[in-house]
């Protein structure tokens, strides 16, 4: 296992939740999962608060845990503030954050941000260019900053190995995991997100998982991964058949939860960071959080 894979622990936590409650209540919460011994707490920037701020909001509320962007968007800042905003919280926090980078998608970079929206491996190549060169006269960190890309496709992937610590994928199955891996290497850390719904009950279990996946369907690059790993026409519509839907969100009780993760783990996985499906898709799932690290304790947490 490599070092930053050994920094984040085994099992991590992926959440949009923290944009839907106060700063400080999300602090409580961060400090909480820490203490369930999560190794990781991963979040993304959309419309919601600014990614690195809001890195800066949850390390300064935890002591162990590592806060990671999942993903930063490069269309969001120009590289040297990337750069700097990097370099100042892994300075100020040594060892606690991972700047995740990623592309983002069409809408929200044209018609949200007023971007144009360039092919996404060679934009993402220009970036990493510019943060590599970009000029820094404040105090560097005493460790090495961690980064790693958002890569579905075989491009990007090998992009991340290439320029970065590894990679982080999001909505995919155990499959994808296996040919990351592949791509990637054996030294790069492969962190990946899996969605999982705490209801043993199939029909509710897969009505709160299309509410998630009816969002990422419409997505080009999502589907367009998704038919990469054989799915049809039929699979990517009305929220993902029934086999998608299986495949992307794992759901039914903490020993479900275990067997998906063991899955990534085997297919390759450094680092499996679980995104809880509540039925109020804003509400804080605490409850859940604490079932799913109760049933992880031993190995699979710090």
Known sequence: MNSSAMEL?????????????PAARAQEAAAELEKLGFGAIWFPESVGREALSNSAILLSATSRIVIATGI??????DPVTMAAAQKTL??????????????????????IRGHSYGKPVPSMRAYLDGMDRAPYRAVLPTIKPGRVLAALGPKMLQLAAERTDGA???????????????????DKLLAVEQAIVLETDSAKAREI???????????????????????????????????????????????????????????????VCIQVLPPDPRALPMTEWREIAAGLQGSFLR
């Open 72 to 77: 930063a968007n490069i269309y969001a800042r």
């Open 168 to 186: 982080h994928s999001y909505f995919v199955p155990p499959q994808h995991t296996a040919s990351a891996r592949e791509i990637l290497g054996s």
């Open 90 to 111: 892994a300075e100020a926090y040594p060892g606690r954050f991972i700047l995740g980078l990623g592309v983002s998608h069409i809408p929200l970079v044209e018609q």
């Open 209 to 271: 998982a299309r509410s998630h996946t009816s969002t990422y369907l419409k997505l080009p690059n999502y589907v367009n991964n998704l038919r990469r790993l054989g799915f049809v026409d039929k699979d990517l519509v009305d929220g993902g058949s029934d086999k998608l839907v299986d495949a992307i969100v794992g759901w039914g009780d903490t020993t479900a939860v275990i067997d998906r993760v063991r899955a990534h783990q085997s297919a390759g996985a450094d680092h």
């Open 9 to 21: 622990g085994p099992i991590g936590i992926w959440t949009a939740q923290f944009d839907y409650q």
